[in-house]
């Protein structure tokens, strides 16, 4: 089975600086995906960023980026220039690879981030 | 654009009860989840499906069950609710056929049972 951590259950920033959040996970598989959701208050989980585990080059989007450290079993996202925006919930979330999909997220407890203007 | 919605975003019920909780996507996924989210504890899942009539239990089944008799709608079903039960519960569905494939949330349905 597998399992995810999150160490920091909440977080606090300055608008415009840069805030990096942590997980680290457990599994023997090889195959593998990473996964940060993002909750705002009252809103709709969404997707912020996904990494293949067979891709050695950290992902990006935006603002957003990982720091994917397979032999060590961590994925932290970093923020940069951090906006009021981004306050909410991450979730870091593993789900195991296969040829036809449909597996399961496995989630970690979540880090509350607030940015503070 | 993508869209899950849930019946209701709060609800009280009394101990006892039996209660539905419905989810609608409108992408044609042929997956669809639910999962309960409470502090502490992150996201974990109670039952999925991947086709219409089927369903298979996730990690804490007890006390809940499923429905799905068509392919937009997955219905969680409290047979009895108790004070446990009191918690935030997810909905999302996904395409199969890509792996990795990206979860679709709905907003959620607060459940507080009395």
């Known amino acids: 089975a597998q399992t995810v951590t999150q160490s920091q259950p909440e977080m606090s920033v300055q608008e415009a600086e840069t805030v990096t959040l942590s997980c680290t996970y457990d599994t023997s598989e090889n195959n593998y995906y990473l996964f940060w959701y993002k909750q705002p208050p009252s809103r709709q989980m969404i997707l912020v960023i996904r990494q293949e585990a067979y891709k050695q080059q950290n992902a990006t989007e935006n603002r957003f980026s990982v720091n994917f450290q397979k032999a060590a079993k961590s994925f932290s996202l970093k923020i940069s220039d951090s906006q009021l925006g981004d306050t909410a919930m991450y979730f870091c979330?593993?789900?195991?690879?296969?040829?036809?999909?449909?597996?399961?997220?496995?989630f970690g407890t979540g880090t509350r981030l607030t940015i503070i203007p | 654009d993508v869209k899950v919605t849930q019946s209701s975003r709060y609800l009280v019920k009394r101990t006892g009860e039996k209660v539905f909780l419905e989810c609608v996507q409108d992408?044609?996924?042929?997956?669809m989840f639910w999962y309960r989210q409470d502090p502490g504890l992150g996201l974990r899942l109670i039952y999925f499906s991947y086709d219409v009539k089927m369903k298979e239990k996730g990690d804490i089944p007890e006390g809940y069950s499923v429905s799905r008799e068509k392919k937009e709608r997955f219905s969680l079903i409290l047979e009895s609710a108790s004070t446990n039960q009191t918690s935030m519960y997810l909905c999302a569905s996904s395409s199969p056929g890509t792996v990795g494939e990206t979860q679709y949330f709905g907003p959620g349905t607060r459940l507080l049972v009395l």
């Open positions: 992408m044609d996924h042929e997956n």
């Open positions: 979330a593993f789900m195991k690879g296969t040829n036809f999909g449909n597996e399961k997220l496995t």
